[in-house]
């Protein structure tokens, strides 16, 4: 199927287009490959990235992903999170859908909802709190970039068992509330992972908005054009 790009680029002008998954699925390519086709449409386009995406949410990202949280109050985590999210969306996502650009965004609260939810914390408390947050600011469509999590450790280089040895690095995600079990990457790594995209194969169950759901094992190109055709056949 043939995409006409240019049409598609008026389509998403002023929206929201988030990607998520689990490690290694590609989000941040796809998300330069969009907004590269968009661009050369002549979409005007805004790439950011959660948590992060501003200078003062690149700080906060920071200290959720490159120190050890094992004795922050989990309360503290969590409006970390969410005031990188709030940051984000005041500074940036607002400001540029009201001009009619296209934001695209790696990652979102869906990851939120995925990661805590492979923990066992009720995803319903994670939607209710981003709120406070995000406002009403949720995504047009979120694309799941679907894939197994041995091929998606393999793109990243990762081996089942440095999962555990790396918890402190990848410790901000994990464990933004209490009632989560704080000893799932250690015990069971490559369990956990699977947890993550079974919760992300099914976020369009519960997700306050649009969520579609993208192939992510053929090649890059491949998957962009598959992307192309979700977002053009897709109702926002």
């Not at 990652?107 to 406070?132: L, M, N």
Request: proline share 3%; aromatic share 6%.
């Amino acid at each position: 199927m043939e995409i006409d790009v240019r049409q598609l680029a008026e389509k998403l002008s002023g929206r929201f287009i988030v990607f998520d998954g689990p490690d290694g699925c590609g989000k941040t390519t796809q998300r330069d490959l969009l907004g590269q086709a968009l661009s050369d449409a002549g979409c005007n386009v805004v790439k950011c990235k959660d948590p992060g995406g501003t200078a003062i949410g690149n700080r906060i990202r920071h200290i959720l992903l490159d120190y050890d949280l094992s004795k922050m109050d989990v309360r503290c985590e969590a409006m970390l999170f969410m005031a990188s999210r709030a940051q984000l969306v005041g500074e940036l996502v607002d400001p540029a859908l009201a001009e009619g650009k296209v934001v695209i965004c790696d990652r979102y609260v869906s990851s939120t909802c995925a990661y805590q939810g492979a923990q066992g914390y009720d995803i319903k408390r994670v939607i209710e709190v981003a709120p406070f947050a995000i406002g009403d600011r949720w995504p047009d469509a979120t694309i799941v970039l679907d894939i197994d999590v041995e091929t998606g450790f393999s793109r990243t280089g990762r081996q089942r068992h440095h999962v555990g040895k790396n918890r402190k690095k990848y410790a901000g995600q994990q464990n933004m509330f209490d009632g989560a079990q704080t000893d799932a990457m250690e015990a069971r790594p490559v369990e956990f992972h699977r947890k993550v995209r079974e919760i992300f194969l099914q976020l369009e169950q519960f997700y306050p908005s649009k969520v579609v759901t993208v192939d992510a094992r053929d090649e890059a190109g491949v998957v962009h054009a598959n992307v192309l055709e979700v977002l053009s056949s897709v109702k926002l």
